[in-house]
């Protein structure tokens, strides 16, 4: 783990329009993405030991980050490695469904797409106050719709994420003011299921191994 920083999108600010505005995913990516590397940096610099793991691990393990910096870890770290996940689960242009391996696991354990769809929108709106929801895959490859307060990361509780969606409302509030729903809703647009299918399909390798 070295210094981070802040990755490029690999879209333009606009291109998730009219699902995501430009304004709002250049204030995210730039401004409040930006602030939780600055400060993961800031916290690590008082512990550099701690670089010889990679953030993974320390988002995983937090019970052995330092009390000093626990909290600024677990906010802005858990925000970088949030963050630099959501990105990738968007993408510009017409989403489909997912296919091939996660298809069939969505069918088999949650009741086919139209349900998953159902309750990760319920896991989205239900979430008080700031937060993520997810679909997660356990190390015993069972899917999860799940939703976490603030930064926390579904790798706290031995999870893998594989979509993940910022519920906070800097994610949404000048495109959608209270309207959390329609901004869960219109996420379903802009979903890459490519990357998610491939996330998926790499956890249950890591599994088989362990
Ligand atoms: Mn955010």
């Given at each position: 783990m070295s210094h981070f920083e802040l990755p490029a999108l690999e879209f333009a600010p606009d291109a998730l329009e009219p699902y995501i505005d430009k304004e709002t995913m250049m204030i995210h990516h730039d401004k409040h993405h930006q602030t939780y590397v600055t400060n993961l940096n800031a916290a690590l610099d008082k512990?550099?030991?701690?670089?010889?793991?990679?953030?993974?691990?320390?988002?995983?393990?937090?019970?052995?980050?330092?009390?000093?910096?626990?909290?600024?870890?677990?906010?802005?770290?858990?925000?970088?490695?949030?963050?630099?996940?959501?990105?990738?689960?968007?993408?510009?242009?017409?989403?489909?469904?997912?296919?091939?391996?996660?298809?069939?696991?969505?069918?088999?354990?949650?009741?086919?797409?139209?349900?998953?769809?159902?309750?990760?929108?319920?896991?989205a709106t239900g979430q008080f106050g700031s937060g993520w929801a997810w679909l997660t895959v356990t190390k015993q490859n069972v899917l999860k719709v799940t939703n976490s307060p603030n930064q926390d990361s579904p790798l706290m509780d031995e999870a893998t994420p594989l979509l993940g969606l910022d519920v906070w409302e800097h994610a949404y509030y000048l495109k959608y003011q209270n309207r959390r729903p329609e901004y869960v809703k219109n996420?379903?647009?802009?979903?890459?299921?490519?990357?998610?299918?491939?996330?998926?399909?790499?956890?249950?390798d890591a599994n088989a191994v362990q």
């Open positions: 512990h550099p030991e701690l670089k010889d793991h990679s953030l993974t691990d320390w988002i995983a393990h937090l019970d052995k980050v330092p009390e000093d910096i626990r909290t600024a870890v677990r906010n802005n770290g858990g925000g970088h490695y949030n963050h630099s996940f959501f990105w990738k689960v968007l993408i510009p242009g017409d989403s489909e469904k997912p296919t091939g391996a996660l298809a069939e696991a969505i069918d088999t354990q949650l009741g086919g797409f139209e349900k998953f769809k159902e309750a990760f929108t319920n896991a996420f379903f647009n802009v979903i890459n299921w490519d990357f998610v299918s491939d996330v998926y399909e790499k956890t249950l």
